[in-house]
């Protein structure tokens, strides 16, 4: 089992920046994807960026140049720095680890992105 647990979501005005954090814990498979997705209200889930064991990247186009994934594999965490944010960004972003038979989530937290 493995368990992914968020921080660093909150109240941001348009133009700030706010940094995710995602703690991975459990019977992790050395290579594996993490990555972080956004739900907003009435929309489906999309991804926003992910990144490999060895450093690949792969961004959304609405956040290419805001936003930057990064991971520490020493300490299975992922993070997600998030700068010129937008009332768009708006949403609940959610933390993911891949790997071969294995798909996790984490519970969430609440970015929001409003004067």
């Known amino acids: 089992q493995v368990q992914l647990v968020e921080s660093g979501g909150g109240l941001v005005q348009p133009g700030g920046s706010l940094r995710l954090s995602c703690a991975a814990s459990g019977s992790i498979f050395r290579i594996n994807i993490m990555g972080w997705y956004r739900q907003a209200p009435g929309k489906q889930r999309e991804l926003v960026a992910a990144?490999?064991?060895?450093?690949?990247?792969n961004y959304a186009d609405s956040v290419k140049g805001r936003f930057t994934i990064s991971r520490d594999n020493a300490k299975n965490t992922v993070y997600l720095q998030m700068n010129s944010l937008k009332p768009e960004d708006t949403a609940v972003y959610y933390c993911?680890?891949?790997?071969?038979?294995?798909?996790?989530w984490g519970q969430g937290t609440q970015v929001t992105v409003s004067s």
């Open positions: 993911n680890l891949a790997s071969v038979g294995q798909n996790y």
């Open positions: 990144i490999t064991t060895v450093g690949s990247t």
